[in-house]
Antibody
Framework: QVQLQESGPGLVKPSGTLSLTCAVS?????????WSWVRQPPGKGLEWIGE???????NYNPSLKSRVTISVDKSKNQFSLKLSSVTAADTAVYYC????????????WGQGTLVTVSS | DIQMTQSPSSLSASVGDRVTITCRAS??????LGWYQQKPGKAPKRLIY???SLQSGVPSRFSGSGSGTEFTLTISSLQPEDFATYYC?????????FGPGTKVDIK
């Protein structure tokens, strides 16, 4: 059973860069799957940020594309999110997620991590 | 982007009620749609995939239907543990987009 675990700073200063990592267990990051980030501002809905394949291919939400970088580290079986030039509007719970074996999104989710943007 | 709308945005219902939530896509998405349940402080949980397939382990009172642009999630007999927020997700084209959610609470 695939398990995902997000980690990273819970507080980021405005104009700084948000950095999170998703550790994958129970499966290989090199499997035939795309690995995604999804976020949810407090009390609001869900927003897909982007995804990465183990080859390094990425797809990003155009609304965030200029500020987002998703990368993969196969040696550590994990993938990462960087979001630059953050503002208070980027305060959210950030989830990593993955599709099921048929490639249908999203079956597996991390527990989520709250990142607050504040000075 | 494909816009997803949901109706209603919230509803109050009693245990045992039949509940139907509708999700509409701004353009056709075949059956590339999932339904999720989210409880406070928890990650979303997938209930339905491919618009009408019940996720393993999910009670059979949940069902999904639809194709193209209009989809429904039905809870045939609402149980106390079903009070939550429900989201649809389209993964037909990028960027993937979620509906705004439907909050189901106790009448």
């Amino acid at each position: 059973q695939v398990q995902l675990q997000e980690s990273g700073p819970g507080l980021v200063k405005p104009s700084g860069t948000l950095s999170l990592t998703c550790a994958v267990s129970g499966g290989s990051i090199s499997s035939s799957n795309w690995w995604s980030w999804v976020r949810q501002p407090p009390g609001k809905g869900l927003e897909w940020i982007g995804e990465i394949y183990h080859s390094g291919s990425t797809n990003y939400n155009p609304s965030l594309k200029s500020r987002v970088t998703i990368s993969v580290d196969k040696s550590k079986n994990q993938f990462s999110l960087k979001l630059s030039s953050v503002t208070a509007a980027d305060t959210a719970v950030y989830y990593c997620a993955r599709a099921d074996a048929m490639g249908l999104e999203f079956l597996y989710w991390g527990q989520g991590t709250l990142v607050t943007v504040s000075s | 982007d494909i816009q997803m709308t949901q109706s209603p945005s919230s509803l109050s219902a009693s245990v045992g009620d039949r509940v139907t939530i509708t999700c509409r896509a701004s353009q056709g998405i075949r059956n590339d749609l999932g339904w999720y349940q989210q409880k406070p402080g928890k990650a979303p949980k997938r209930l339905i995939y491919a618009a009408s397939s019940l996720q393993s382990g999910v009670p059979s009172r949940f069902s999904g239907s639809g194709s193209g642009t209009e989809f429904t999630l039905t809870i045939s007999s609402l149980q106390p543990e079903d009070f939550a927020t429900y989201y649809c997700l389209q993964h037909n084209s990028y960027p993937f987009t979620f509906g705004p959610g439907t909050k189901v609470d106790i009448k």
